[in-house]
T-cell receptor, first 113, second 116 residues
């Protein structure tokens, strides 16, 4: 069974401070990991995926297979980063994931001025 | 964003009634999904469909039913058998074309269902 854990329900930082949203996963195969974000009054949208290895809005995330983690980081948080963040996993057992995602519980990030 | 629409935005239902939530997409995506979003529990998969006339149960399918008669449409019915239906329901679609975007899910704006 696959599982995604986000240990922090709430995370508060001040503007300009570094931020790290934690995500750990459990999956026996080769996972694909994603971060989705939901800003206030907007729909849930993809922030980044590990396979792209890109930085979006200053955020990066590195897949650490040894620690089974995919933490989301940003060196200098901005007020507009305040949102709900979900870590998600797409299992690829047998070469077919069917696009199914398993989501973590979500972390609400608040960036104070 | 406008590629996936859900209606209505808010829905009220009396106990014992079935209610159907609409989800339509014009992205030509093969796969569609229904999730339930509850505070502190994240998103939980209810049903998903990879092709027309085929669908599979997700993690919390009890009390729900779906149909996929058209590629563009994936309605969700919340039946009276669902014990705790008050929640925010999200529909999503995914291309499944095999490219780098294949697993990316695109979400609708959601429907908030309240059982009175």
């Amino acid at each position: 069974a696959q599982r995604v854990t986000q240990p922090e329900k709430l995370l508060s930082v001040f503007k300009g401070a570094p931020v790290e949203l934690k995500c750990n996963y459990s999956y026996s195969g080769s996972p694909e990991l994603f971060w989705y974000v939901q800003y206030s009054r907007q729909r849930l949208q993809l922030l980044l995926r590990h396979i792209s290895r890109e930085s979006i809005k200053g955020f990066t995330a590195d897949l650490n297979k040894g620690e089974t983690s995919f933490h989301l980081k940003k060196p200098f948080a901005q007020e507009e980063d305040s949102a709900m963040y979900y870590c998600a996993l797409s299992g690829n057992a047998g070469g077919t994931s069917y696009g199914k995602l398993t989501f973590g519980q979500g972390t609400i990030l608040t960036v104070h001025p | 964003d406008g590629g996936i629409t859900q209606s209505p935005k808010y829905l009220f239902r009396k106990e014992g009634q079935n209610v159907t939530l609409s989800c339509e997409q014009n992205l030509n995506h093969d796969a569609m999904y229904w999730y339930r979003q509850d505070p502190g529990q994240g998103l939980r998969l209810i049903y998903y469909s990879q092709i027309v006339n085929d669908f599979q149960k997700g993690d919390i399918a009890e009390g729900y039913s779906v149909s996929r008669e058209k590629k563009e449409s994936f309605p969700l019915t919340v039946t009276s058998a669902q014990k705790n239906p008050t929640a925010f329901y999200l529909c999503a679609s995914s291309p499944l074309t095999g490219g780098i975007d294949t697993d990316t899910q695109y979400f609708g704006p959601g429907t908030r269902l309240t059982v009175l």
